[in-house]
């Protein structure tokens, strides 16, 4: 075979790599890990006097690794105990000790690589603080004002720009008493619900009162209110520093005492009122006597919870008269009849052994889901279509001892009930049927309820005021009433 000549070219070409494979073959030694760098977003907070930043702050950093990367970060306060994060900020709520104005934290922050190694040098920042008071104000448009009747709600907003936490307590002064300190009674930024009254019910001037919160439990004893006169009455919020908010002030107000067993609420825009209040006094029955109607419904609650189960509970009895007048809950801008927004304390009342006698024709929107099913003695209301009618000098025929009434003039759209299973029908209206309406064959326009041997409510869906022709009935209906049914 041929043999052929290494050319220059071919030589240079070996030469080069076995060169590059000799290379190849050297070895060297691994560098060590190095630890990642921490840094805050700013180098200092150079912030003195009043120009110190309140208890919540905001803080911010980031670390950089040059051989791997950053998996998170750990933060001190004392360079001891550490907190691991993946995130580069946090809001921290600070306390600031009792009694002091400002203090100084002292910030760590350190950054873990990929390898579990930390900064050797963490980020260090002083972070100067000063206290902020808290504020708090009345919710004007939930307190009710001018006249209040034995029981004052009151609603405010606390807040505290060094978070709500650290505000510790409120205070309540009311006239020239003392501060009486209690707690924030909400945990967070919301409106706090407190209602007072008088330990002592039959209390005439200088008294100590009770409050409590809206589940009606006690949370304070404040001395100095003036039942039956002119009262003024102090809020201010206390917070963990020992800081006190300027007070807001509820000024002159006339808190009416009870002077009565029997609490009178007339509710009806037709205004019944004499007709009650005469006819009360005729049989000897003292009252105490609330108009929730006039000068558009000032004296009615603003905060119907706790606020009418605390009023209706110091009276052994309570009458009343309303009709189907819709009207609107302050709280919850809700519209619907006074009974409604009633029946929570109404319900509470009953249960614990109080007496109601209610007047009142119902809408007739009512449906299933209304609360007074269950609390009145009544199951149902006719949905027929058409109107059943009580012509003038008709009968509401009495039973189980009541007196039969008589209608003073036509009353259209009348209101049989559909008893409940626990109910006596005490009324029976010799009623007209208009335009196919249907409804309960016994024409049930009065019902009681009794308890054992005792009755403890008297429902008519008929306003009483439109069948007192028979003035001797009438009378002796509120007879039959105070003197026998609630005789107990």
């Not at 702050?57 to 670390?63: D, E, P």
């Not at 919160?213 to 003036?226: S, T």
């Not at 009618?389 to 001892?401: H, Q, T, Y």
Request: aromatic share 10%; glycine share 6%.
């Amino acid at each position: 075979m041929r043999q052929t000549k290494p050319t220059l070219s071919n030589i240079l070409l070996i030469c080069l790599s076995l060169y590059g494979l000799s290379a190849c073959r050297k070895s060297g030694n691994l560098l060590p890990n190095q630890a990642p760098e921490t840094s805050t977003s700013v180098s200092e907070i150079n912030l003195t006097g009043e120009n110190r930043l309140n208890s919540l702050v905001k803080l911010s950093w980031w670390g950089s690794d040059l051989d791997g990367y950053v998996v998170g970060y750990e933060f001190s306060f004392d360079q001891e105990t550490w907190v691991f994060t993946e995130n580069q900020d946090s809001t921290f709520l600070f306390s600031i000790p009792k009694g002091s104005d400002t203090v100084d934290i002292d910030f760590w922050v350190r950054s873990v690589d990929d390898a579990g190694d930390s900064d050797k040098t963490p980020a260090y920042l002083r972070v100067p603080l000063k206290n902020t008071s808290p504020e708090i104000k009345f919710v004007s448009d939930l307190i009710q004002s001018d006249t209040l009747f034995n029981v004052l709600t009151l609603a405010w907003d606390a807040t505290d720009l060094d978070g709500f936490s650290s505000i510790e307590a409120i205070e309540i002064k009311i006239n020239e008493g003392d501060w009486t300190q209690f707690s924030t009674l909400v945990e967070t930024e919301e409106t706090a619900i407190a209602s007072l009254y008088p330990i002592d019910l039959d209390a005439d001037g200088l008294t100590t009162a009770r409050l409590v919160n809206k589940e009606n439990v006690e949370v304070a004893e404040i001395p100095g209110l003036n039942v039956n006169g002119l009262n003024n009455l102090y809020i201010r919020a206390v917070d963990v520093a020992g800081s006190i908010s300027s007070l807001d002030t509820l000024a002159n107000f006339y808190f009416r005492g009870r002077s009565s067993d029997l609490l009178v609420l007339g509710t009806s825009s037709s205004s019944p009122n004499d007709f009650y209040l005469s006819n009360l006094n005729t049989i000897g029955q003292g009252f105490d006597f609330i108009d929730l109607f006039r000068e558009d419904r000032k004296n009615s609650p603003r905060i119907w919870n706790p606020t009418f189960e605390l009023l209706l509970r110091q009276y052994d009895k309570v009458l009343i008269y309303a009709k189907e007048d819709l009207i609107v809950n302050p709280q919850t801008n809700d519209e619907n009849i006074f009974l409604e927004f009633a029946s929570s304390g109404m319900e509470a009342y009953l249960s614990n052994g109080g007496k109601m006698f209610i007047s009142s024709s119902l809408p007739n929107t009512f449906t299933a889901e209304s609360a007074l099913f269950g609390i009145l003695p009544i199951d149902s209301l006719s949905s027929s279509e058409g109107q059943a009618r009580l012509p003038f000098d008709s009968l509401a025929v009495g039973l189980n001892g009541y007196p039969s009434l008589v209608s003073n003039a036509l009353i259209g759209g009348l209101d049989p009930v559909y008893p409940s299973t626990d109910a006596e029908i005490i009324y029976s209206a010799q009623l007209t049927r208009a335009n196919g309406w249907t409804g309960p064959s016994e024409n049930a326009v009065g019902v009681r309820r009794r308890v054992g041997s005792n009755t403890n409510l008297v429902f008519l869906s008929v306003e009483l005021h439109r069948v007192n022709k028979d003035e001797v009935a009438i009378e002796s209906l509120f007879r039959k009433v105070f003197e026998e049914e609630f005789e107990w």
